[in-house]
DNA sequence: CTGTCCCTC
DNA sequence: GAGGGACAG
Protein backbone atom coordinates (compact mmCIF):
# COMPACT_ATOMS: atom_id res chain seq x y z
CA UNK A 1 0.00 0.00 0.00
CA UNK A 2 0.71 3.86 -0.65
CA UNK A 3 3.01 5.77 2.11
CA UNK A 4 2.62 9.20 2.96
CA UNK A 5 5.83 9.48 4.45
CA UNK A 6 6.69 8.71 0.56
CA UNK A 7 4.48 11.91 -0.78
CA UNK A 8 5.62 15.44 -0.89
CA UNK A 9 3.63 18.50 -0.95
CA UNK A 10 4.76 20.51 -4.25
CA UNK A 11 3.12 23.38 -6.24
CA UNK A 12 1.01 21.90 -9.16
CA UNK A 13 3.26 21.76 -12.44
CA UNK A 14 -0.08 22.00 -14.35
CA UNK A 15 -0.99 25.47 -12.84
CA UNK A 16 0.73 28.41 -14.19
CA UNK A 17 3.45 29.77 -12.09
CA UNK A 18 1.58 33.02 -11.44
CA UNK A 19 -1.21 31.62 -9.86
CA UNK A 20 0.65 28.01 -7.70
CA UNK A 21 0.60 28.12 -4.04
CA UNK A 22 4.16 27.23 -2.52
CA UNK A 23 4.96 25.32 0.12
CA UNK A 24 6.95 28.92 1.70
CA UNK A 25 3.53 29.89 1.59
CA UNK A 26 2.65 28.15 4.46
CA UNK A 27 5.82 27.97 6.75
CA UNK A 28 5.07 29.68 10.29
CA UNK A 29 1.45 30.99 8.10
CA UNK A 30 -0.35 29.59 11.57
CA UNK A 31 -2.22 27.32 8.71
CA UNK A 32 -1.40 23.93 8.21
CA UNK A 33 -1.89 22.30 4.15
CA UNK A 34 -5.28 20.49 4.14
CA UNK A 35 -5.80 17.93 1.50
CA UNK A 36 -9.12 18.13 0.16
CA UNK A 37 -8.80 14.61 -1.64
CA UNK A 38 -7.33 12.64 0.83
CA UNK A 39 -4.01 10.98 0.73
CA UNK A 40 -5.94 8.59 3.22
CA UNK A 41 -8.54 7.72 -0.17
CA UNK A 42 -5.45 6.83 -1.86
CA UNK A 43 -3.47 4.02 -0.41
CA UNK A 44 -4.59 2.08 -3.54
CA UNK A 45 -1.52 3.41 -5.47
CA UNK A 46 1.56 5.68 -4.63
CA UNK A 47 1.08 7.69 -7.42
CA UNK A 48 -2.35 8.81 -6.68
CA UNK A 49 -1.14 9.15 -3.39
CA UNK A 50 1.25 11.37 -4.39
CA UNK A 51 -1.00 13.51 -6.73
CA UNK A 52 -3.18 14.30 -3.67
CA UNK A 53 -0.14 16.11 -2.26
CA UNK A 54 -0.28 18.76 -5.49
CA UNK A 55 -0.69 22.25 -4.03
CA UNK A 56 -4.03 22.77 -6.01
CA UNK A 57 -5.56 20.10 -4.09
CA UNK A 58 -4.51 21.57 -0.87
CA UNK A 59 -6.11 24.71 1.19
CA UNK A 60 -4.70 26.67 4.28
CA UNK A 61 -6.94 24.75 7.15
CA UNK A 62 -6.67 25.05 10.98
CA UNK A 63 -4.39 22.27 12.51
CA UNK A 64 -6.58 20.99 14.41
CA UNK A 65 -9.52 20.90 12.60
CA UNK A 66 -7.74 18.91 9.89
CA UNK A 67 -6.53 16.58 12.62
CA UNK A 68 -9.25 16.50 14.37
CA UNK A 69 -12.84 17.27 13.21
CA UNK A 70 -12.54 16.86 9.08
CA UNK A 71 -10.11 13.72 9.62
CA UNK A 72 -12.88 12.27 11.62
CA UNK A 73 -15.36 13.28 8.74
CA UNK A 74 -12.50 11.88 5.90
CA UNK A 75 -12.77 8.18 8.41
CA UNK A 76 -16.14 8.31 7.72
CA UNK A 77 -16.70 8.81 4.31
CA UNK A 78 -14.26 5.83 3.78
CA UNK A 79 -16.70 3.68 6.28
CA UNK A 80 -19.44 4.93 4.13
CA UNK A 81 -17.85 3.43 1.47
CA UNK A 82 -16.92 0.12 2.65
CA UNK A 83 -21.17 -0.32 3.66
CA UNK A 84 -22.47 1.21 0.03
CA UNK A 85 -21.75 0.22 -3.48
CA UNK A 86 -20.69 3.32 -4.50
CA UNK A 87 -19.71 6.86 -2.91
CA UNK A 88 -18.88 10.24 -4.26
CA UNK A 89 -17.65 13.07 -2.24
CA UNK A 90 -17.16 16.73 -3.36
CA UNK A 91 -14.70 18.87 -0.96
CA UNK A 92 -13.77 22.44 -1.62
CA UNK A 93 -13.07 26.01 0.35
CA UNK A 94 -15.86 29.09 1.04
CA UNK A 95 -14.93 32.48 1.10
CA UNK A 96 -18.13 33.22 2.99
CA UNK A 97 -19.54 36.89 4.20
CA UNK A 98 -19.75 37.95 8.00
CA UNK A 99 -21.76 40.97 9.36
CA UNK A 100 -20.24 44.20 9.69
CA UNK A 101 -22.16 46.55 11.20
CA UNK A 102 -24.83 47.56 8.45
CA UNK A 103 -23.73 45.58 5.74
CA UNK A 104 -22.20 42.11 4.95
CA UNK A 105 -18.48 42.04 3.72
CA UNK A 106 -16.36 38.86 2.80
CA UNK A 107 -12.72 38.90 4.91
CA UNK A 108 -9.88 36.29 5.19
CA UNK A 109 -6.59 36.53 5.05
CA UNK A 110 -3.73 35.66 2.80
CA UNK A 111 -0.48 33.84 3.43
CA UNK A 112 2.87 34.46 2.08
CA UNK A 113 4.09 35.75 -1.19
CA UNK A 114 1.93 34.07 -2.84
CA UNK A 115 -1.19 35.27 -0.72
CA UNK A 116 -3.13 31.93 -0.80
CA UNK A 117 -6.51 32.61 0.51
CA UNK A 118 -7.92 31.41 3.93
CA UNK A 119 -10.85 29.87 3.57
CA UNK A 120 -13.40 30.99 6.44
CA UNK A 121 -15.25 27.26 5.86
CA UNK A 122 -14.87 23.87 4.20
CA UNK A 123 -17.80 21.90 2.51
CA UNK A 124 -18.10 18.23 1.79
CA UNK A 125 -20.77 16.97 -0.06
CA UNK A 126 -20.75 13.50 0.41
CA UNK A 127 -23.35 10.48 -1.87
CA UNK A 128 -23.86 7.28 -1.62
CA UNK A 129 -25.00 4.54 -3.50
CA UNK A 130 -26.91 1.15 -2.79
CA UNK A 131 -28.77 -1.16 -5.44
CA UNK A 132 -32.18 -1.04 -4.78
CA UNK A 133 -32.59 1.80 -2.45
CA UNK A 134 -32.44 5.57 -3.06
CA UNK A 135 -29.58 7.75 -3.61
CA UNK A 136 -28.25 9.32 -0.43
CA UNK A 137 -27.21 12.62 -0.03
CA UNK A 138 -25.91 15.14 2.24
CA UNK A 139 -23.95 18.85 2.49
CA UNK A 140 -22.35 20.08 5.15
CA UNK A 141 -20.32 23.06 5.45
CA UNK A 142 -17.54 23.36 8.32
CA UNK A 143 -16.10 26.59 9.53
CA UNK A 144 -12.05 26.35 9.44
CA UNK A 145 -11.24 26.26 12.97
CA UNK A 146 -11.15 23.94 16.14
CA UNK A 147 -14.50 22.20 15.85
CA UNK A 148 -13.84 18.88 19.00
CA UNK A 149 -16.39 16.57 19.14
CA UNK A 150 -19.48 18.23 18.12
CA UNK A 151 -21.93 16.19 16.15
CA UNK A 152 -21.35 16.18 12.23
CA UNK A 153 -25.07 16.50 11.72
CA UNK A 154 -24.73 19.95 13.73
CA UNK A 155 -22.63 21.45 10.19
CA UNK A 156 -25.42 19.59 8.00
CA UNK A 157 -27.04 22.46 5.31
CA UNK A 158 -29.78 21.98 2.68
CA UNK A 159 -27.66 21.54 -0.49
CA UNK A 160 -29.51 24.56 -2.24
CA UNK A 161 -27.83 26.51 0.26
CA UNK A 162 -24.57 25.44 -0.11
CA UNK A 163 -25.42 26.07 -3.81
CA UNK A 164 -25.99 29.65 -3.38
CA UNK A 165 -22.29 30.07 -0.85
CA UNK A 166 -20.31 28.02 -3.47
CA UNK A 167 -21.66 30.17 -6.88
CA UNK A 168 -22.47 26.38 -8.82
CA UNK A 169 -24.49 23.78 -9.03
CA UNK A 170 -23.74 20.62 -7.77
CA UNK A 171 -24.95 17.33 -8.96
CA UNK A 172 -27.38 19.29 -11.87
CA UNK A 173 -27.82 15.77 -13.29
CA UNK A 174 -29.13 13.87 -10.37
CA UNK A 175 -32.76 14.19 -9.70
CA UNK A 176 -32.47 15.28 -6.11
CA UNK A 177 -36.88 14.63 -5.73
CA UNK A 178 -35.32 11.10 -5.76
CA UNK A 179 -32.75 10.99 -2.94
CA UNK A 180 -32.66 10.72 0.67
CA UNK A 181 -31.10 12.57 3.59
CA UNK A 182 -27.97 10.06 3.85
CA UNK A 183 -28.14 11.22 7.73
CA UNK A 184 -31.20 9.66 8.16
CA UNK A 185 -30.39 6.45 6.04
CA UNK A 186 -26.78 6.61 8.00
CA UNK A 187 -26.73 8.44 10.74
CA UNK A 188 -23.32 10.34 10.16
CA UNK A 189 -22.01 9.59 13.03
CA UNK A 190 -18.35 10.07 13.60
CA UNK A 191 -15.96 8.89 15.85
CA UNK A 192 -16.18 9.24 19.48
CA UNK A 193 -13.11 11.06 20.94
CA UNK A 194 -12.07 7.43 23.22
CA UNK A 195 -12.16 5.41 19.34
CA UNK A 196 -10.75 7.90 17.50
CA UNK A 197 -7.91 8.59 20.24
CA UNK A 198 -7.16 5.10 20.38
CA UNK A 199 -7.42 4.71 16.62
CA UNK A 200 -4.51 7.10 16.24
CA UNK A 201 -2.36 5.21 18.96
CA UNK A 202 -2.37 2.38 16.99
CA UNK A 203 -1.53 4.07 13.83
CA UNK A 204 2.05 5.58 16.34
CA UNK A 205 2.32 2.08 17.69
CA UNK A 206 2.62 0.44 14.86
CA UNK A 207 5.06 3.22 13.13
CA UNK A 208 7.03 2.93 16.38
CA UNK A 209 11.17 1.84 15.30
CA UNK A 210 12.69 2.05 18.97
CA UNK A 211 10.89 0.66 22.14
CA UNK A 212 11.45 4.15 23.53
CA UNK A 213 9.02 5.12 21.32
CA UNK A 214 6.63 2.86 21.74
CA UNK A 215 6.74 2.79 25.69
CA UNK A 216 6.28 6.86 25.17
CA UNK A 217 3.23 6.49 22.84
CA UNK A 218 2.16 3.25 24.97
CA UNK A 219 2.27 6.27 28.42
CA UNK A 220 -0.26 8.76 26.27
CA UNK A 221 -3.30 6.52 27.43
CA UNK A 222 -2.74 6.71 30.94
CA UNK A 223 -2.04 10.04 30.57
CA UNK A 224 -5.59 10.71 28.76
CA UNK A 225 -7.55 7.66 30.91
CA UNK A 226 -8.02 5.80 27.77
CA UNK A 227 -8.62 2.01 28.55
CA UNK A 228 -6.86 0.22 25.48
CA UNK A 229 -8.97 -2.18 23.75
CA UNK A 230 -7.60 -6.28 23.09
CA UNK A 231 -6.52 -5.52 19.66
CA UNK A 232 -4.24 -2.09 21.20
CA UNK A 233 -2.88 -4.64 23.93
CA UNK A 234 -1.84 -7.39 21.69
CA UNK A 235 -0.21 -4.99 19.14
CA UNK A 236 1.96 -3.75 21.95
CA UNK A 237 2.74 -6.99 23.19
CA UNK A 238 4.09 -7.58 19.71
CA UNK A 239 5.90 -4.72 19.36
CA UNK A 240 7.63 -4.86 22.74
CA UNK A 241 8.69 -7.91 21.77
CA UNK A 242 9.63 -7.13 18.09
CA UNK A 243 12.17 -4.32 19.30
CA UNK A 244 13.38 -5.42 22.07
CA UNK A 245 14.49 -8.53 20.59
CA UNK A 246 16.78 -6.53 18.37
CA UNK A 247 17.19 -3.35 19.92
CA UNK A 248 20.34 -1.89 16.80
CA UNK A 249 18.88 -3.53 13.59
CA UNK A 250 21.08 -1.78 10.85
C1' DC B 1 -5.40 8.96 10.51
C1' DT B 2 -4.11 14.31 10.24
C1' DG B 3 -0.08 17.26 10.36
C1' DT B 4 4.86 20.10 11.82
C1' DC B 5 9.65 20.30 12.86
C1' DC B 6 14.37 19.09 12.82
C1' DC B 7 18.16 16.34 11.76
C1' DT B 8 21.30 13.89 8.62
C1' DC B 9 23.05 12.83 4.10
C1' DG C 1 17.43 19.80 -1.33
C1' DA C 2 15.81 15.09 -0.21
C1' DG C 3 14.65 11.63 2.98
C1' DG C 4 13.53 9.96 7.50
C1' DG C 5 12.44 9.94 12.28
C1' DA C 6 10.45 12.22 16.53
C1' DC C 7 6.65 14.38 17.97
C1' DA C 8 1.56 16.08 18.67
C1' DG C 9 -3.84 16.09 18.09
Redesign the pocket.
Known amino acids: PA????S???PDPDVDPMFTAHNED???SG?????MA????N?FSQEAMNDTFLLSN?VP?N??N???F??RF??YCRDLASRFEDVYVLSGPLYLPTQDGQQKVVKYPVIGGSEVAVPTHLYKVVVAERFNTPTSIAAFVVPNQ?IGYQNLTDFQVPIKDLEKSAGFSIYPQLDRSKTKNLCELDSCKLLGKNEFEL???G??LQ????L??AE?VWKELEEKNLKPDQYLVDLYAKKKEELSAKPSEE
Open positions: NRKHKFRYWKWSRGHPAGDKIQLDNAGWNEMRYFIRKSARTERK
